[in-house]
């Protein structure tokens, strides 16, 4: 008996021994993914959104908001870069103008046609030579969706000084750049990929099979354990540090960061076109169209020391941008008028002997794959991020030779999948009259389709709940927060949307403390 009961317990022992190791094997096995992306930011979800469309399990991290720095603080625009061709850089232009085409197709709810008037001072570049600039800019790629420039006369009564007689018009797009970032986020998520934002990564470590990664959640003080077999380093301004700091690598270029700061100033004109302004010392500042309300001046040249997340624009700049419109406008900017600012680091490759406006601002992509694959993004801009990605997956093709084409070209963003802005105007109207226009048009230019998906069955303001404030109602807060990663009051003002123009200091910790109660930090 005692013999039989010995026999029983050594088998008990073998049983949890065995169970205890198929646990640890699962627990391994779930903590297993193909690529971790490192960077919220245009350039990492859009890598995030291809690799994941191509079958990888992905993992992305991102140590505060979805762009939360360089990538919403650009000029809003998706363009070819005309001033580039200055600097002889054609090929960059014509990646540009062919990504252009493709994007405004791919968000035609975030993405419109904009026209640009270059008004001609004494002190600008010729005619001559604009004109052959245009041209080039019409032709490098095909257009379907954007007009031929054109030369123009300035009248009295147009909002320019009255010595501006003549100038040219082309054609590029007005973006909303943050929401661009979330919904390429959200095409990765429907794809299978896991978005972890307020997430850091803290530490990398070379493992048997691949990297071993230290993932640090800032809300929850949780450190998760993760195996990849490949990392994409797409942090930006940080793209250095991350390979010096914590991959303990060399980095393969040395960046030179710049800052590019804006204002945002009451409407300066009435008029749909934007102005691209020509300084005296050959730097070109846009004068946009946002918001209905306002105008955004932008953008400058500022060499940049420090910390990124600490960017801010100086009284320098703001001199700077408020003497070119005032040099070019009837109507005049004072530093009080100023509603708004803001500024973002751009990393861009060192090139010695250049000015900050004259680097280049192309990507290079350097895979290392010693001792495990590891893909650093350098550089790079909003309008080229898809086409930056599908090069990215390319490169990775030998790690992973079983994950599928690519496939984006041809892909629709979320809620982008409509004919003509018009018609899904007139759709939403049909179902949800009792919004109103001015709703209507803001849930139009946000989610597209997915205002159908947001609003349901509502009937009338009573099933949208809460309002907070600028016909921000509790449904689209709940969507926010439950669908896009939205963790604060000002993710939802100034990255989800751009309400926080119009929010008051109450109204702003009335949504900040309802976000806090209905959405604590798991």
């Known amino acids: ?105 791919a968000a035609p709810h975030v993405i419109q046609p904009m026209a640009f008037h270059i008004p001609q001072l004494p002190h600008s570049r010729s005619g001559l030579l604009l004109r052959a600039g245009l041209f080039l800019y019409d032709n490098l790629a095909s257009r379907k969706r ?44 429907k794809h299978g990929a896991n978005i972890q934002t307020r997430t850091e990564c803290t530490a990398i470590e070379a493992g048997d099979q691949g990297w071993s990664v230290t993932l640090s959640n800032k809300d929850s003080n949780v450190d998760t354990k993760l195996n990849v077999k490949a990392i994409v380093n797409a942090t930006g301004p940080w793209v250095a540090s991350v390979e010096k700091n914590i991959v303990k690598q060399a980095a393969a270029h040395n960046i030179r960061m710049v800052k590019g700061s804006h204002i945002v100033v009451p409407r300066i004109h009435s008029g749909k076109q934007a102005y691209l302004l020509q300084h005296h010392d050959g730097r070109v500042i846009f004068v946009i169209p946002y918001l209905q309300k306002y105008s955004l001046v932008g953008t400058t040249d500022q060499e940049f020391t420090g910390d990124p997340d600490q960017a801010e624009i100086s009284n320098e700049e703001i001199t700077y941008l408020i003497s070119i419109v005032n040099l070019y406008f009837k109507k005049s900017i004072l530093r009080s008028d100023i509603v708004y600012s803001f500024a973002g680091v751009r990393p861009l490759i060192e090139e010695l002997g250049k000015d900050a406006s004259s680097v280049s601002r192309d990507y290079r992509l350097e895979l290392g794959t010693q ?74 230019n946000s989610y597209g389709t997915i205002s159908f998906e947001i609003l349901g069955d509502a009937k009338g303001t009573e099933d949208l709940g809460v309002k907070f404030g600028q016909n921000l109602y509790q449904k689209e807060v709940d969507y926010l927060c439950n669908n896009e990663w939205a963790k604060t009051a000002d993710d939802i003002l100034w990255r989800r949307s751009k309400l926080g123009y119009g929010f008051s200091r109450s109204e702003r910790t009335s949504l900040a403390n309802y976000i806090e109660q209905s959405f604590p930090p798991s």
């Open 371 to 444: 001792p495990h694959p590891l893909l650093s993004i350098y550089g790079g801009k909003v309008t080229t991020y898809r086409i930056l990605a599908e090069e990215a997956m390319n490169k990775l093709q030998g790690i992973f030779p079983d994950m599928g084409p690519a496939w984006t070209s041809k892909a629709k963003l979320p809620g982008g999948d409509f004919d003509l802005p018009e018609n899904l105007f007139g759709q939403l109207t049909s179902r949800y009259a009792w919004l109103g226009p001015d709703i209507i048009s803001r849930w139009q």
């Open 1 to 105: 008996m005692l013999g039989a009961l010995t026999q029983l317990s050594e088998l008990l022992e073998i049983s949890l021994h065995c169970l205890k190791t198929r646990r640890s094997e699962v627990t391994q096995s779930q903590n297993s993914h193909d690529l971790l992306i490192i960077g919220g930011g245009i350039n990492g979800v859009g890598i995030a959104a291809d690799a994941s469309g191509r079958g990888l399990d992905v993992v992305l991290c991102e140590k505060a908001d979805l762009a939360s720095a360089t990538s919403s603080s650009s000029s809003k625009l998706i363009h070819g870069g005309l001033r580039y061709l200055e600097n002889y850089e054609f090929a960059m232009v014509r990646k540009s103008l062919k990504e252009r085409e493709l994007l405004i197709e």
């Open 146 to 189: 954007f007009g031929r420039s054109r030369g123009i006369r300035m009248d009295d009564d147009g909002p320019l000084n009255s010595a501006i007689r003549h100038g040219f018009e082309y054609w590029d797009a007005q973006v909303d750049d943050s929401r661009l970032v979330v919904l390429n986020a959200l095409q990765a998520k």
